[in-house]
């Protein structure tokens, strides 16, 4: 079992910039796969960005160029830098993680793009 704790949404302009973070409650090292998917109003769950333990790492098209993730594993912990922020992304980001074939998910944090 893995607890996952996301933090860093909030309100921003379009064209700005958050850090989303997850701490995840095992080691970083057992955990095959972190990410982030993201599920707006009406819309299906998507796939924003993923990270293997080998620092391999998957991006959606709409995010590439402007979004980056990164994991820390002495912390247990995967970012999401996201900058150059669009109404679009407003969304319910969720952090995921992959242990021993199975999957875990966060709670969710809000981000919202609105001027």
């Known amino acids: 079992q893995v607890q996952l704790v996301e933090s860093g949404g909030g309100l921003v302009q379009p064209g700005g910039s958050l850090r989303l973070s997850c701490a995840a409650s095992?080691?970083?090292?057992?955990?095959?796969?972190m990410g982030w998917y993201r599920q707006a109003p009406g819309k299906q769950r998507e796939l924003v960005a993923t990270?293997?333990?080998?620092?391999?790492?998957n991006y959606a098209d709409s995010v590439k160029g402007r979004f980056t993730i990164s994991r820390d594993n002495a912390k247990n912990t995967v970012y999401l830098q996201m900058n150059s922020l669009k109404p679009e992304d407003t969304a319910v980001y969720y952090c995921?993680?992959?242990?021993?074939?199975?999957?875990?998910w966060g709670q969710g944090t809000q981000v919202t793009v609105s001027s």
């Open positions: 990270i293997t333990r080998n620092s391999a790492i």
């Open positions: 995921y993680a992959v242990l021993l074939l199975s999957g875990y």
């Open positions: 095992d080691s970083a090292f057992s955990i095959a796969v």
